[in-house]
């Protein structure tokens, strides 16, 4: 889900800046957050693919799902696990009004829509092509369009129904012309683009189904494939439409030229790796560091049958790490989440563990132009002024970084601080354990679905308890886990959240006080601040980019001085393994892997 997020709200994150004459009607064909756009009306391909790249062939690959498995064909719920490509960045099914390109921070240009025109701040109307068609011949109309915003927003995922809040209504102004409505005084200005990237469902198709429900019907899409086999909880495949309404059109040129994309599902890295060697699939990620330094060394690696490549990724890194649990009692004090945060000792976990390959993460926004660091400016210090005695004044000062360790796995220096940070919030330590007033311990669970973190956790957790703290790893299944996350009933999970170039409505969904009670939503650690909300509205606000990463920064500088979460590690790379029978564009998209959509096969293939 935190893909889906990601992936849905990228394309909401942006919009044209209000004109001079505000109430003057704009008509684009693509739209960006401030008015900038790479590519001209009468463009032929985005510049990262290759238009004449052959089609057929198929790819086969990894989902990437911490589930391990699916049992659901629709992304857009909080119900079941979905499979890969009917959601986010990977849908292959769904086609929206615009879509994105890859190589701008936020522009989108269009697909179903031939155009947008617009009064900033108030509507925004789409044209949509007549041609447009779902699998099955029927054409997609502005029914279908508003009976999809209708579902989103009224039975949608709880961060998709809180990041269009703001859109009023869904009009139909004709068979292929639908309007959209922002509520006044809302920072309507990033809403166009959220709603211009929303997948377009079939309403007479959902009218016969229940969108609630999770299912392994295949859905009727109009996107550049359909669902073709389903092995339940092993893999689903994917067949490229030949009579694809859209598959000439500039946004579409030299991509989707598989004729067959599967993912298959393994449960541990193990398999999928074994699988890969074995030829049972074609290319996977590695995200273990572990497994990138000490597996590939095999006769397929060794005399290029299997290419390793670090592929450079351009996109901000996001934030992975301990989500601590405001929600509960233990943890409401800023100096005990310090304190557990200090207990972790990276640089040890770097070279013991990962091989030297990551950096530590020090921001919410990492490796994004709109990471804090050092002092604050005249611009971040004016933004933060105002709020006076609502904002801890060691937010004026440096920006927080966790401490480097020497990496011998002591980190004495961090204990004895955490020790007194403990002391000063009230948990004294008797007889080796941490207690409070009523002598009630100090206890930690960290609540994880899958293995592969207990080597990682352990060592973190025998940190903790050189403090007196009782701390526990809890390993339980996949329904369980998700049960638990979506009622918020944990101490601390490990999650990455990720944003766009222009972050927009996916800030409520992750830090907003509204979203901290909402179930199922991605505030991970109950964020409710004020101050916080009040920075996440001028953000939506902003006129310019310098303005919207000013706020940023100041954001960032906010929740690292508040220590909800205990950052750990990232890398600017993707590391690919894969056969070496693929053919892929000279220039790589720098915001996306690029793999589903511009590679193609160099084995049975044929001219489009």
């Given at each position: 889900?935190r893909?889906?997020?990601?992936?849905?709200?990228?394309?909401?994150?942006?919009?044209?800046?209000?004109?001079?004459?505000?109430?003057?009607?704009?008509?684009?064909?693509g739209?960006?957050?401030?008015?900038?756009?790479?590519?001209?009306?009468?463009?032929?391909?985005?510049?990262?693919?290759n238009?004449?790249?052959?089609?057929?062939?198929?790819?086969?690959?990894?989902?990437?799902?911490?589930?391990?498995?699916?049992?659901?064909l629709?992304?857009?719920?909080?119900?079941?696990?979905?499979?890969?490509g009917?959601s986010?960045?990977?849908?292959?099914i769904?086609?929206?009004?615009?879509?994105?390109?890859?190589?701008?921070?936020?522009a989108?240009?269009?697909?179903?829509?031939?155009?947008?025109?617009?009064?900033?701040?108030?509507?925004?109307?789409?044209?949509?092509?007549?041609?447009?068609?779902?699998?099955?011949?029927?054409?997609?109309?502005?029914?279908?369009?508003?009976?999809?915003f209708?579902?989103?927003?009224?039975?949608?995922?709880?961060?998709?129904?809180?990041?269009?809040r703001?859109?009023?209504?869904?009009?139909?102004?004709?068979?292929?012309r639908?309007?959209?409505?922002?509520?006044?005084?809302a920072?309507?200005?990033?809403l166009?683009?959220?709603?211009?990237?929303?997948?377009?469902?079939?309403?007479?198709?959902?009218?016969?189904?229940?969108?609630?429900?999770?299912?392994?019907?295949?859905?009727?899409?109009?996107?550049?494939?359909?669902?073709?086999?389903i092995v339940?909880?092993?893999?689903?495949?994917?067949?490229?439409?030949?009579?694809?309404?859209?598959k000439?059109l500039?946004?579409?040129?030299?991509?989707?030229?598989?004729?067959t994309?599967?993912?298959?599902y393994?449960?541990?890295?193990?398999p999928?790796?074994?699988?890969?060697?074995?030829g049972?699939?074609?290319?996977?990620?590695?995200?273990?560091?572990?497994?990138?330094?000490?597996?590939?060394?095999t006769?397929?690696?060794?005399?290029?049958?299997?290419?390793?490549?670090?592929?450079?990724?351009?996109?901000?890194?996001?934030?992975?790490?301990?989500?601590?649990?405001?929600?509960?009692?233990t943890?409401t004090?800023?100096?005990?989440?310090?304190?557990?945060?200090?207990?972790?000792?990276?640089?040890?976990?770097?070279?013991?563990?990962?091989?030297?390959?990551?950096?530590?993460?020090?921001?919410?926004?990492?490796?994004?132009?709109?990471?804090?660091?050092?002092?604050?400016?005249k611009?971040?210090?004016?933004?933060?002024?105002?709020?006076?005695?609502?904002?801890?004044?060691t937010?004026?000062?440096?920006?927080?970084?966790?401490?480097?360790?020497?990496?011998?796995?002591?980190?004495?220096?961090?204990i004895?601080?955490?020790?007194?940070?403990?002391?000063?919030?009230?948990?004294?330590?008797?007889?080796?354990?941490?207690?409070?007033a009523d002598?009630?311990?100090?206890?930690?669970?960290?609540l994880?679905?899958?293995?592969?973190?207990?080597?990682?956790?352990?060592?973190?957790?025998q940190?903790?308890?050189?403090?007196?703290?009782?701390?526990?790893?809890?390993?339980?299944?996949?329904?369980?886990?998700?049960?638990?996350?979506k009622?918020?009933?944990?101490?601390?999970?490990?999650?990455?959240?990720?944003?766009?170039?222009?972050?927009?409505?996916?800030?409520?969904?992750?830090?907003?006080?509204?979203?901290?009670?909402?179930?199922?939503?991605?505030?991970?650690?109950?964020?409710?601040?004020?101050?916080?909300?009040?920075?996440?509205?001028?953000?939506q606000?902003?006129?310019?980019?310098?303005?919207?990463?000013?706020?940023?920064?100041?954001i960032?500088?906010?929740?690292r001085?508040?220590?909800y979460?205990?950052?750990?590690?990232?890398?600017?790379?993707?590391?690919?393994?894969?056969?070496?029978?693929?053919?892929?564009?000279?220039?790589?998209?720098k915001?996306?892997?690029?793999v589903?959509?511009?590679?193609?096969?160099?084995?049975?293939?044929?001219?489009?």
């Open positions: 889900m893909r889906l997020l990601a992936g849905a709200l990228a394309l909401g994150l942006a919009f044209s800046s209000v004109p001079a004459h505000a109430d003057a009607v704009q008509t684009s064909h739209l960006s957050a401030f008015g900038d756009l790479k590519y001209a009306p009468d463009f032929e391909h985005f510049d990262y693919v238009p004449d790249a052959p089609k057929g062939g198929s790819l086969t690959t990894v989902s990437t799902s911490a589930a391990g498995t699916f049992d659901s629709n992304g857009y719920i909080v119900k079941g696990d979905s499979a890969a009917v986010g960045s990977e849908n292959l769904f086609d929206s009004l615009m879509v994105r390109a890859a190589d701008e921070p936020d989108v240009y269009g697909l179903v829509a031939k155009h947008a025109e617009y009064i900033p701040g108030q509507w925004i109307t789409f044209q949509m092509r007549e041609e447009a068609a779902f699998s099955d011949g029927s054409p997609v109309t502005a029914e279908d369009v508003k009976a999809t209708d579902l989103l927003k009224t039975k949608g995922h709880p961060g998709l129904r809180l990041a269009m703001d859109v009023a209504s869904a009009e139909v102004l004709g068979p292929h639908v309007k959209y409505t922002f509520k006044e005084g920072p309507a200005r990033l166009p683009m959220l709603v211009a990237g929303l997948p377009i469902f079939s309403k007479a198709y959902y009218e016969a189904n229940d969108f609630e429900e999770s299912s392994l019907d295949p859905p009727l899409g109009s996107g550049p494939y359909k669902v073709g086999k339940r909880d092993r893999s689903i495949t994917y067949e490229r439409r030949e009579d694809y309404w859209a000439d500039p946004v579409n040129r030299g991509r989707w030229n598989f004729d994309i599967r993912f298959e393994f449960k541990g890295h193990g999928a790796l074994e699988a890969l060697m074995a049972e699939i074609d290319l996977r990620e590695e995200f273990s560091s572990k497994f990138w330094a000490t597996q590939y060394e006769p397929a690696v060794k005399d290029g049958r299997i290419v390793r490549a670090t592929i450079e990724d351009g996109r901000p890194a996001g934030t992975q790490g301990y989500w601590i649990n405001t929600r509960r009692e943890f004090d800023p100096r005990v989440r310090e304190a557990i945060g200090l207990a972790f000792d990276f640089e040890w976990s770097n070279k013991a563990l990962f091989y030297g390959l990551y950096t530590r993460t020090n921001s919410f926004f990492e490796n994004a132009p709109f990471e804090a660091s050092g002092k604050p400016t611009d971040e210090f004016d933004l933060l002024e105002p709020f006076g005695d609502q904002v801890p004044q937010v004026f000062v440096d920006v927080y970084e966790p401490p480097v360790t020497d990496g011998s796995g002591r980190a004495r220096r961090n004895r601080r955490a020790q007194g940070l403990l002391d000063d919030a009230g948990w004294k330590l008797v007889d080796g354990k941490r207690v409070n002598g009630e311990p100090l206890e930690i669970e960290f994880d679905d899958s293995p592969a973190f207990a080597r990682i956790t352990n060592p973190y957790i940190n903790l308890k050189r403090l007196g703290i009782d701390a526990s790893l809890r390993q339980v299944d996949r329904p369980q886990y998700q049960r638990r996350v009622a918020f009933d944990y101490d601390i999970i490990v999650s990455r959240l990720t944003f766009s170039m222009t972050p927009g409505p996916s800030l409520y969904t992750y830090f907003s006080s509204e979203a901290a009670d909402d179930s199922g939503s991605s505030n991970l650690s109950g964020i409710k601040d004020p101050v916080i909300d009040a920075l996440l509205e001028k953000a606000e902003a006129e310019n980019r310098d303005e919207l990463y000013v706020t940023l920064r100041v960032d500088r906010i929740l001085d508040r220590h979460w205990v950052p750990q590690w990232s890398k600017a790379s993707h590391t690919l393994a894969y056969w070496d029978r693929f053919g892929m564009p000279e220039t790589k998209p915001l996306s892997r690029g589903l959509d511009t590679w193609w096969s160099l084995a049975d293939t044929k001219a489009d």
